[in-house]
């Protein structure tokens, strides 16, 4: 006799599903990082602004893991330094981002029909551009500097959380648990914060793991054209600008900040989109 199985629901089996050695991987290597940005001097331990002209352009040693840069400061130390600007303007870009989409969508998606109109085709406008190519135009209207590249990252990623929050919240209130509360006397405002926000606050979080590795790279990416924070600033953008002269003698000067922003950037992503994949599935 054969027996038959029963069925399994997809969001149950995506439940099931473990994470991955990646993911692990990935969490790992954002760890260390964090480790870097908020406490470098456990992995650094020279001074990444002490020059030494005589130490120019050394290449890696066990001394000097990453080598020396052309006024011989250790690429090391000023890579480990350099982490809490670098992450730290992608990560403020990113939460503000996720701050002002989450207002402003939410306020569009129960505001009357004209005014998410408005909302709504002004961040159409935003999106029809490049994320890059706004917050560029926006950096270089404002001038270089920590402050300036995070509002423009800002301003360039918000679009996309303006769409999914009104959206989410469009979806959210016409829920059946939102409408029961409706009926048992739950003022509009206290339903609103209490099922619906949370609702759309979290869809927004899981957006933002993602979102945080392309505000990275734009910051990285601004700094590297020179409209970033300015020199001697351990910054990973301006260090791979400032070693692109030295390129064909001197790699390891560009080589080891452009490594950090690429792996910081796709691990990032890599952990963003599997926690996506795994809420998706208990949806």
């Not at 760890?31 to 130490?55: E, Y």
């Not at 006024?71 to 701050?99: E, K, M, N, Q, Y």
């Not at 909302?119 to 935003?126: F, K, N, S």
Request: glycine share 10%; aromatic share 6%; hydrophobic share 55%.
């Amino acid at each position: 006799m054969t027996l038959l199985s029963p069925t399994r629901r997809p969001g149950r089996a995506l439940k099931r599903r473990p994470l991955g050695a990646a993911f692990w991987v990935c969490t790992a290597f954002l760890a260390l990082i964090a480790v870097a940005a908020l406490a470098p001097g456990l992995l650094a331990w020279h001074d990444p602004l002490q020059t030494d002209v005589r130490a120019a352009l050394q290449a890696p040693s066990a001394a000097r893991p990453f080598g020396t840069d052309q006024s011989g400061r250790d690429v090391f130390a000023r890579v480990v330094h350099g982490t809490g600007a670098s992450v730290g303007i992608g990560l403020l870009a990113t939460t503000l981002a996720l701050c002002t989409g989450l207002v402003v969508g939410a306020l569009s998606g129960v505001a009357p029909r004209a005014a998410d109109a408005v909302i709504m085709r002004l961040t159409d406008v935003l999106l029809a551009f490049p994320e890059f190519l706004i917050a560029l135009v926006i950096v270089a209207l404002l001038g270089p500097g920590h402050a300036n590249v995070a509002l423009a990252v800002t301003i360039a990623a918000v679009p996309v959380y303006i769409r999914l929050a009104r959206t989410r919240t469009r979806t959210l209130a016409v829920a059946e648990h939102v409408e029961a509360a409706r009926i048992l006397g739950v003022p509009r405002a206290r339903a609103f914060l209490r099922h619906v926000a949370p609702g759309v606050l979290g869809s927004l979080s899981i957006l933002a793991t993602i979102g945080i590795g392309s505000s990275i790279l734009a910051a990285a990416g601004l700094s590297f054209l020179g409209l970033g924070p300015g020199e001697p600033s351990p910054e990973w953008g301006l260090m791979l600008a400032g070693g692109r002269n030295v390129l064909g003698s001197a790699w390891w000067v560009s080589v080891f900040p452009g490594a950090a922003i690429t792996l910081t950037v796709i691990c990032a992503t890599v952990v963003g989109r599997t926690l996506r994949s795994r809420v998706e599935g208990w949806t």
